[in-house]
Every structure is written in C-alpha cells, then in structure tokens.
T-cell receptor, first 115, second 115 residues
Framework: EPEVTQTPSHQVTQMGQEVILRCVPISNHLYFYWYRQILGQKVEFLVSFYNNEISEKSEIFDDQFSVERPDGSNFTLKIRSTKLEDSAMYFC?????????????FGPGTRLTVL | AQTVTQSQPEMSVQEAETVTLSCTYDTSESDYYLFWYKQPPSRQMILVIRQEAYKQQNATENRFSVNFQKAAKSFSLKISDSQLGDAAMYFCAYRSDYNNNDMRFGAGTRLTVKP
C-alpha cells in the first residue's frame, strides 16, 4: 500500500542553521501539507501546497519557512534560520483531492532538535 | 477560530471490552468534517473514521463508531471489542468546509489496552 515517507527521521541542528525536511507524498496525490507537533502540544497546521504554490498557511509559517516541490516526487520544508522553539515533530501529509472530506495520508514524521 | 478539545490525556481498556474517547469542538460553521486519527507508537497517523457534519447518521467502521452530537459539538469515538493493536494515540480533528486546508487537531488521548 502506498505510503508517505519522510527523511530524515531525526535531525539535530544548531540554532541559526538552515534545515531541509524532505517528504515523498503518495504518487497520484495533488495536495500536500506540513504540520508540526511541539512535544506535549497539539498537532498544528503549517502550510498546504497545490499546483506548485502555497494555497494556505498558518500564522506559524513565517518568512523563516518555505516549501518547494523541486521535482515530481519530493516535497520539502525549509527552515532558514532555526530557533530553539522550532524543535518539534514535523509531519508531511498528502491527499488526492483538496475537499474537506478527503483523507490526508500522513508520513511518520521528522523529529527536529535545535540546540 | 475552531478549537478541538480532548479532555482525556490517557485512557485504558481491558482487551475485548469497549472504550469511548471524548472529543468536543468549537465552531460557528455549519458545514465541516470530523476525523479520528490513530497514531501507533513510532508509526504514522492513519485515519480511523470520519463524519460529515451534514449527515445525521453516525459513521461506523467495523469495531469503530462515533457518537456525533452536532448541537452539543461533540464527536466521541467508541471502540468495541478492544484489541491489543488498538493501543495508540488517538487524535480528533476538525476540518472546515470553507477552508479545506486547515485541519485542527485535539491534543490526543493515549489508549492503553490491557491483556
């Protein structure tokens, strides 16, 4: 059964460094999402992406964040200059359609630790 | 803004018994979708069951069913004949029909199944 995959599973970085989190959505899906979960807190929506552009972003998704679909398979989240408070689990998700009823398929997450 | 509340951080159930996980939400919208996601340890979130707000009939998926009370803004998950494999974090989520991209999650309930 097709799955969303994410790499790396764990990323450790120094404050101020740039990180790129990678996701491979399910191949026939058209809508892509990033969420994050700070330890002990709720899963929070960051951004959605469709047709090679951001369709929606939350207030968390500031200028330090960017997303890209560099080729036909990868979907990346870049944090330009990491802060301590960026430490969290980052989940990628994809869906076939964008309507609200459609299931979002989640990846296993990347644990980002900023030192 | 919509919020989702799961008031039970942890629940436990005896194998083969029934357990109900609570979820309430706050919204002024009339059209939306509700989801329960399961996250086993070190695994990705997978969809358990979903409900369209305009449908009065409660959704059912095998041993999983919901009690959707629209007026009370309540969406509880009932797991019947609990199995060891049901042990996981369970997240309740809300998705607007007007802003499909933003899925709001509750804080999660950790379910333990005792043999």
């Amino acid at each position: 059964e097709p799955e969303v995959t994410q790499t790396p599973s764990h990323q450790v970085t120094q404050m101020g460094q740039e990180v790129i989190l990678r996701c491979v959505p399910i191949s026939n899906h058209l809508y892509f999402y990033w969420y994050r979960q700070i330890l002990g807190q709720k899963v929070e929506f960051l951004v959605s992406f469709y047709n090679n552009e951001i369709s929606e972003k939350s207030e968390i998704f500031d200028d330090q964040f960017s997303v890209e679909r560099p080729d036909g398979s990868n979907f990346t989240l870049k944090i330009r200059s990491t802060k301590l408070e960026d430490s969290a689990m980052y989940f990628c998700a994809s869906s076939e359609e964008g309507q609200g009823y459609n299931e979002q398929f989640f990846g296993p997450g990347t644990r980002l630790t900023v030192l | 803004a919509q919020t989702v509340t799961q008031s039970q951080p942890e629940m436990s159930v005896q194998e083969a018994e029934t357990v109900t996980l609570s979820c309430t939400y706050d919204t002024s919208e009339s059209d939306y979708y509700l989801f329960w996601y399961k996250q086993p340890p070190s695994r990705q979130m997978i969809l358990v069951i979903r409900q369209e707000a305009y449908k009065q009939q409660n959704a059912t998926e095998n041993r999983f069913s919901v009690n959707f009370q629209k007026a009370a803004k309540s969406f509880s998950l009932k797991i019947s004949d609990s199995q060891l494999g049901d042990a996981a974090m369970y997240f309740c989520a809300y998705r607007s029909d007007y802003n499909n991209n933003d899925m709001r999650f509750g804080a999660g309930t950790r379910l333990t199944v005792k043999p």
